[in-house]
Protein backbone atom coordinates (compact mmCIF):
# COMPACT_ATOMS: atom_id res chain seq x y z
CA UNK A 1 0.00 0.00 0.00
CA UNK A 2 2.49 2.63 1.08
CA UNK A 3 4.32 2.16 -2.52
CA UNK A 4 1.06 2.91 -4.19
CA UNK A 5 1.13 6.12 -1.69
CA UNK A 6 3.06 8.33 -3.99
CA UNK A 7 1.54 7.42 -7.34
CA UNK A 8 -1.85 8.21 -5.75
CA UNK A 9 -0.63 11.67 -4.54
CA UNK A 10 0.81 12.48 -8.18
CA UNK A 11 -2.55 10.99 -9.67
CA UNK A 12 -4.66 13.39 -7.39
CA UNK A 13 -2.66 16.31 -8.34
CA UNK A 14 -2.71 15.76 -11.42
CA UNK A 15 -6.77 15.62 -11.33
CA UNK A 16 -6.90 18.60 -9.25
CA UNK A 17 -5.29 20.90 -12.26
CA UNK A 18 -7.25 18.77 -14.89
CA UNK A 19 -10.30 19.83 -13.06
CA UNK A 20 -9.28 23.12 -12.20
CA UNK A 21 -8.56 23.65 -16.25
CA UNK A 22 -11.97 22.41 -17.22
CA UNK A 23 -13.44 24.83 -14.54
CA UNK A 24 -11.69 27.55 -15.48
CA UNK A 25 -12.09 27.55 -19.63
CA UNK A 26 -13.43 30.69 -20.82
CA UNK A 27 -14.04 31.92 -18.19
CA UNK A 28 -10.45 34.55 -18.49
CA UNK A 29 -10.25 36.57 -20.48
CA UNK A 30 -6.56 37.80 -19.88
CA UNK A 31 -4.01 37.25 -23.01
CA UNK A 32 -2.62 34.06 -23.63
CA UNK A 33 1.11 35.20 -23.26
CA UNK A 34 1.81 34.16 -27.01
CA UNK A 35 5.09 36.69 -27.13
CA UNK A 36 6.36 35.79 -23.55
CA UNK A 37 6.33 31.79 -24.16
CA UNK A 38 7.63 32.35 -27.55
CA UNK A 39 10.74 33.78 -25.96
CA UNK A 40 10.72 30.79 -23.42
CA UNK A 41 10.93 28.46 -26.10
CA UNK A 42 13.85 30.22 -27.84
CA UNK A 43 15.92 30.68 -25.02
CA UNK A 44 15.42 27.06 -23.89
CA UNK A 45 15.83 25.23 -27.41
CA UNK A 46 18.59 28.36 -28.47
CA UNK A 47 20.55 28.32 -25.12
CA UNK A 48 19.51 25.96 -22.66
CA UNK A 49 18.88 22.94 -23.65
CA UNK A 50 21.33 22.56 -26.85
CA UNK A 51 24.26 19.76 -25.14
CA UNK A 52 27.06 21.98 -25.61
CA UNK A 53 26.61 24.66 -22.89
CA UNK A 54 26.14 21.87 -20.06
CA UNK A 55 28.72 19.36 -21.62
CA UNK A 56 30.78 22.45 -21.51
CA UNK A 57 30.00 23.18 -17.54
CA UNK A 58 29.91 19.53 -16.94
CA UNK A 59 32.45 17.51 -18.92
CA UNK A 60 35.19 15.70 -17.09
CA UNK A 61 38.09 17.55 -18.77
CA UNK A 62 38.56 20.72 -17.18
CA UNK A 63 38.18 19.00 -14.04
CA UNK A 64 41.15 16.35 -14.97
CA UNK A 65 43.31 19.41 -16.42
CA UNK A 66 42.67 21.14 -12.62
CA UNK A 67 43.70 18.13 -10.73
CA UNK A 68 47.06 17.72 -12.56
CA UNK A 69 47.76 20.67 -11.60
CA UNK A 70 48.02 19.59 -7.93
CA UNK A 71 46.61 22.43 -6.59
CA UNK A 72 43.47 21.52 -3.95
CA UNK A 73 42.44 24.74 -3.45
CA UNK A 74 42.18 25.71 -7.13
CA UNK A 75 40.27 22.23 -7.76
CA UNK A 76 37.70 23.16 -4.84
CA UNK A 77 37.22 26.61 -6.47
CA UNK A 78 36.78 24.82 -9.89
CA UNK A 79 33.93 22.39 -8.46
CA UNK A 80 32.53 24.97 -6.25
CA UNK A 81 32.19 27.29 -9.52
CA UNK A 82 30.46 24.92 -11.56
CA UNK A 83 28.06 23.75 -9.00
CA UNK A 84 27.14 27.53 -8.87
CA UNK A 85 26.79 27.25 -13.03
CA UNK A 86 24.85 23.77 -12.70
CA UNK A 87 22.23 25.70 -10.27
CA UNK A 88 22.36 28.66 -12.17
CA UNK A 89 21.79 26.78 -15.48
CA UNK A 90 18.90 24.59 -13.91
CA UNK A 91 17.30 27.15 -12.19
CA UNK A 92 16.82 29.25 -15.36
CA UNK A 93 15.42 26.29 -17.02
CA UNK A 94 13.04 25.70 -14.67
CA UNK A 95 12.29 29.35 -14.92
CA UNK A 96 10.91 28.77 -18.77
CA UNK A 97 10.07 25.51 -18.62
CA UNK A 98 7.50 26.84 -15.92
CA UNK A 99 6.48 30.18 -18.59
CA UNK A 100 5.64 27.45 -21.05
CA UNK A 101 3.54 25.86 -18.99
CA UNK A 102 1.49 29.25 -17.47
CA UNK A 103 0.91 29.52 -21.18
CA UNK A 104 -0.68 26.03 -22.06
CA UNK A 105 -2.42 27.01 -18.64
CA UNK A 106 -3.81 30.62 -19.96
CA UNK A 107 -4.87 29.14 -23.48
CA UNK A 108 -6.16 25.72 -21.72
CA UNK A 109 -8.65 28.01 -20.14
CA UNK A 110 -9.37 30.16 -23.27
CA UNK A 111 -9.87 26.68 -25.52
CA UNK A 112 -13.26 25.50 -26.18
CA UNK A 113 -12.29 22.07 -27.41
CA UNK A 114 -9.68 20.95 -24.94
CA UNK A 115 -8.39 17.43 -24.86
CA UNK A 116 -7.75 16.40 -21.87
CA UNK A 117 -5.79 12.87 -22.60
CA UNK A 118 -3.24 15.32 -24.02
CA UNK A 119 -3.55 17.92 -21.23
CA UNK A 120 -3.43 15.17 -18.75
CA UNK A 121 0.13 14.08 -20.70
CA UNK A 122 1.43 17.19 -20.82
CA UNK A 123 0.68 18.25 -17.10
CA UNK A 124 2.36 14.63 -16.45
CA UNK A 125 5.16 15.60 -18.21
CA UNK A 126 5.58 19.02 -16.51
CA UNK A 127 5.13 17.50 -12.46
CA UNK A 128 8.16 14.60 -13.76
CA UNK A 129 10.05 17.86 -14.74
CA UNK A 130 9.84 19.42 -11.49
CA UNK A 131 10.58 16.06 -9.63
CA UNK A 132 13.97 15.38 -12.31
CA UNK A 133 14.59 19.22 -11.34
CA UNK A 134 14.19 18.68 -7.21
CA UNK A 135 16.42 15.41 -7.65
CA UNK A 136 19.45 16.89 -9.82
CA UNK A 137 19.56 20.54 -7.35
CA UNK A 138 19.88 17.96 -4.58
CA UNK A 139 22.25 16.05 -6.01
CA UNK A 140 24.51 19.21 -7.11
CA UNK A 141 24.25 20.04 -3.98
CA UNK A 142 25.06 16.79 -2.45
CA UNK A 143 27.09 14.80 -4.61
CA UNK A 144 28.61 17.87 -6.81
CA UNK A 145 28.43 18.70 -10.61
CA UNK A 146 30.62 15.72 -11.89
CA UNK A 147 28.43 13.13 -10.43
CA UNK A 148 25.12 14.14 -11.84
CA UNK A 149 25.61 14.15 -15.89
CA UNK A 150 22.88 11.30 -16.25
CA UNK A 151 20.30 12.94 -14.78
CA UNK A 152 21.25 15.98 -16.63
CA UNK A 153 20.64 14.43 -19.66
CA UNK A 154 17.12 12.88 -18.20
CA UNK A 155 16.08 16.58 -17.34
CA UNK A 156 17.32 18.05 -20.09
CA UNK A 157 14.74 15.17 -22.64
CA UNK A 158 11.76 16.14 -20.21
CA UNK A 159 12.31 19.67 -20.67
CA UNK A 160 12.66 18.88 -24.35
CA UNK A 161 9.09 17.02 -23.99
CA UNK A 162 7.06 20.39 -22.82
CA UNK A 163 9.37 22.45 -25.79
CA UNK A 164 7.66 19.97 -28.12
CA UNK A 165 4.30 20.38 -26.56
CA UNK A 166 4.67 24.38 -26.35
CA UNK A 167 5.69 23.43 -30.55
CA UNK A 168 2.60 21.68 -31.48
CA UNK A 169 0.87 24.34 -29.96
CA UNK A 170 2.38 26.91 -31.35
CA UNK A 171 1.57 25.35 -34.81
CA UNK A 172 -1.66 24.88 -33.73
CA UNK A 173 -2.77 28.87 -33.02
CA UNK A 174 -0.25 29.74 -36.28
CA UNK A 175 0.15 26.76 -38.87
CA UNK A 176 2.90 28.77 -40.68
CA UNK A 177 5.39 27.59 -38.06
CA UNK A 178 4.38 24.09 -39.12
CA UNK A 179 7.80 23.88 -40.81
CA UNK A 180 9.63 24.90 -38.00
CA UNK A 181 8.34 22.78 -35.38
CA UNK A 182 10.03 18.82 -35.24
CA UNK A 183 9.56 15.98 -32.84
CA UNK A 184 10.96 15.63 -29.42
CA UNK A 185 14.57 16.02 -29.68
CA UNK A 186 16.71 14.27 -27.42
CA UNK A 187 20.06 16.00 -26.08
CA UNK A 188 22.35 13.14 -24.42
CA UNK A 189 25.52 14.53 -22.95
CA UNK B 1 30.09 59.41 -44.65
CA UNK B 2 29.40 56.81 -46.87
CA UNK B 3 26.23 55.24 -45.17
CA UNK B 4 25.77 52.20 -47.46
CA UNK B 5 25.14 49.19 -45.93
CA UNK B 6 25.71 46.29 -48.80
CA UNK B 7 26.45 42.37 -47.62
CA UNK B 8 29.45 42.41 -49.34
CA UNK B 9 30.84 45.39 -47.31
CA UNK B 10 29.95 43.16 -44.32
CA UNK B 11 32.04 40.44 -45.98
CA UNK B 12 34.65 42.40 -46.82
CA UNK B 13 34.77 43.70 -43.90
CA UNK B 14 34.89 40.99 -41.63
CA UNK B 15 37.28 39.33 -43.83
CA UNK B 16 39.66 42.31 -43.36
CA UNK B 17 39.20 42.76 -39.44
CA UNK B 18 39.54 38.98 -39.00
CA UNK B 19 42.85 38.38 -41.09
CA UNK B 20 44.33 41.68 -40.69
CA UNK B 21 43.68 44.21 -37.75
CA UNK B 22 43.02 40.93 -35.27
CA UNK B 23 45.98 39.14 -36.82
CA UNK B 24 48.57 41.43 -34.98
CA UNK B 25 47.00 40.18 -31.75
CA UNK B 26 48.48 36.68 -30.87
CA UNK B 27 45.85 35.78 -28.33
CA UNK B 28 41.93 35.38 -28.37
CA UNK B 29 41.86 37.49 -24.99
CA UNK B 30 44.42 40.06 -26.55
CA UNK B 31 41.59 40.32 -29.30
CA UNK B 32 38.35 40.20 -27.16
CA UNK B 33 39.90 42.77 -25.38
CA UNK B 34 40.77 44.55 -28.42
CA UNK B 35 37.16 44.12 -29.50
CA UNK B 36 35.51 45.19 -26.62
CA UNK B 37 37.20 48.51 -26.35
CA UNK B 38 35.96 49.09 -29.66
CA UNK B 39 32.41 49.32 -27.99
CA UNK B 40 31.10 52.91 -26.78
CA UNK B 41 29.75 51.29 -22.99
CA UNK B 42 27.06 54.04 -23.05
CA UNK B 43 25.31 53.55 -26.21
CA UNK B 44 26.72 49.52 -27.20
CA UNK B 45 27.60 50.68 -30.39
CA UNK B 46 30.91 49.58 -31.79
CA UNK B 47 33.08 51.71 -33.52
CA UNK B 48 36.16 52.29 -35.92
CA UNK B 49 37.17 55.34 -37.41
CA UNK B 50 38.96 53.08 -40.39
CA UNK B 51 36.63 50.97 -41.11
CA UNK B 52 33.73 53.34 -41.03
CA UNK B 53 35.91 55.65 -43.73
CA UNK B 54 36.37 52.29 -45.50
CA UNK B 55 33.06 50.75 -45.82
CA UNK B 56 30.43 52.84 -43.49
CA UNK B 57 29.96 53.55 -39.82
CA UNK B 58 27.32 51.17 -39.67
CA UNK B 59 29.22 48.62 -41.34
CA UNK B 60 31.92 49.02 -39.39
CA UNK B 61 29.73 48.49 -36.13
CA UNK B 62 28.08 45.28 -37.41
CA UNK B 63 31.36 43.46 -38.30
CA UNK B 64 32.73 44.43 -34.95
CA UNK B 65 29.66 43.43 -32.99
CA UNK B 66 29.63 39.94 -34.70
CA UNK B 67 33.32 39.54 -35.15
CA UNK B 68 32.80 40.28 -30.79
CA UNK B 69 30.26 38.17 -30.36
CA UNK B 70 31.95 34.99 -32.79
CA UNK B 71 35.05 35.30 -30.41
CA UNK B 72 33.52 35.67 -27.31
CA UNK B 73 31.68 32.01 -27.62
CA UNK B 74 34.74 30.74 -29.13
CA UNK B 75 36.83 31.64 -25.73
CA UNK B 76 34.05 30.32 -23.65
CA UNK B 77 34.13 27.03 -25.36
CA UNK B 78 37.51 26.85 -25.18
CA UNK B 79 38.91 23.74 -22.57
CA UNK B 80 40.24 24.98 -19.46
CA UNK B 81 43.50 23.88 -20.65
CA UNK B 82 44.01 26.29 -23.68
CA UNK B 83 42.43 28.86 -21.62
CA UNK B 84 45.07 29.00 -19.12
CA UNK B 85 47.91 29.29 -21.61
CA UNK B 86 46.08 32.21 -23.57
CA UNK B 87 45.86 34.17 -20.47
CA UNK B 88 49.26 33.18 -19.73
CA UNK B 89 50.57 34.35 -23.01
CA UNK B 90 48.28 37.61 -22.47
CA UNK B 91 49.30 38.75 -19.41
CA UNK B 92 53.47 38.17 -20.28
CA UNK B 93 52.71 40.71 -23.13
CA UNK B 94 51.29 43.37 -21.42
CA UNK B 95 53.93 45.87 -20.52
CA UNK B 96 53.86 45.96 -16.80
CA UNK B 97 54.93 44.06 -14.06
CA UNK B 98 53.49 40.53 -14.21
CA UNK B 99 52.25 40.52 -10.11
CA UNK B 100 50.74 43.45 -10.46
CA UNK B 101 49.07 42.79 -13.26
CA UNK B 102 47.68 39.41 -11.93
CA UNK B 103 46.81 41.20 -9.03
CA UNK B 104 44.86 43.90 -11.00
CA UNK B 105 42.62 41.72 -12.56
CA UNK B 106 41.94 39.28 -9.61
CA UNK B 107 40.72 42.66 -8.10
CA UNK B 108 39.21 44.39 -10.61
CA UNK B 109 38.03 41.28 -13.21
CA UNK B 110 38.17 43.56 -15.93
CA UNK B 111 37.83 40.61 -17.96
CA UNK B 112 33.70 41.22 -17.55
CA UNK B 113 33.58 44.01 -19.26
CA UNK B 114 34.83 42.14 -22.21
CA UNK B 115 31.25 40.00 -22.39
CA UNK B 116 29.36 40.97 -25.17
CA UNK B 117 25.80 42.35 -25.03
CA UNK B 118 23.53 40.22 -25.74
CA UNK B 119 25.44 37.13 -24.46
CA UNK B 120 23.85 34.10 -23.36
CA UNK B 121 23.36 34.94 -19.41
CA UNK B 122 25.13 31.35 -19.05
CA UNK B 123 27.76 31.27 -21.30
CA UNK B 124 28.83 35.08 -19.78
CA UNK B 125 28.79 33.50 -16.19
CA UNK B 126 30.80 30.36 -17.32
CA UNK B 127 33.27 32.76 -19.26
CA UNK B 128 34.42 34.80 -15.87
CA UNK B 129 34.14 31.78 -13.98
CA UNK B 130 37.06 30.03 -16.38
CA UNK B 131 38.82 33.21 -16.45
CA UNK B 132 38.99 33.38 -12.69
CA UNK B 133 39.94 29.44 -12.47
CA UNK B 134 42.74 30.34 -15.35
CA UNK B 135 44.06 33.21 -13.42
CA UNK B 136 44.34 31.33 -9.91
CA UNK B 137 46.30 28.73 -11.94
CA UNK B 138 48.49 30.77 -13.72
CA UNK B 139 49.14 32.30 -9.80
CA UNK B 140 49.90 29.59 -8.97
CA UNK B 141 51.84 28.09 -11.29
CA UNK B 142 54.02 31.81 -11.06
CA UNK B 143 54.59 30.99 -6.82
CA UNK B 144 55.43 27.42 -7.59
CA UNK B 145 57.53 28.33 -10.85
CA UNK B 146 59.57 30.59 -7.56
CA UNK B 147 59.79 27.95 -5.79
CA UNK B 148 60.90 25.57 -7.86
CA UNK B 149 58.83 22.66 -7.23
CA UNK B 150 57.26 22.55 -10.72
CA UNK B 151 57.64 20.48 -13.53
CA UNK B 152 58.72 21.01 -17.16
CA UNK B 153 55.24 20.18 -18.59
CA UNK B 154 53.51 22.85 -16.63
CA UNK B 155 55.97 26.00 -17.20
CA UNK B 156 55.13 25.64 -20.54
Redesign the interface.
Known sequence: MSSLLPFLIISGLLLVVLVWLLKSRGEIGESTGYEEAEEALNTLRG??LPS??VE??LGP??FA??AN?G?A??ER??EE??K??AI??LR?TREQVERLFRFHLRFARQESELNPAQEFKLAFTYFLFLAAYAALLNSIRLRGPLRVRRMVGFTTAVAERVCAASGNLFVKLDPSRAGAEQGPRIFPL | MNTRFTRMDVSKASEELKHHTLASFPTDIGKLIYLASTRDYNTGKYYHDGFAQRFSEETASTVLAACHQELFKSL??K???ELVNDLREYLESVPSEMDQVLEMWRELEPYRVTIPLGA????A??FA??L??AL??VE??RKARRSGSLDAS?LR
Do not use: T, Y
Request: contains cysteine; hydrophobic residues 45%; glycine residues 2%.
Open positions: ELGLRIADFVEDQIQLERKLLWH | VNPLQNRIAHLSNKIAICRQ
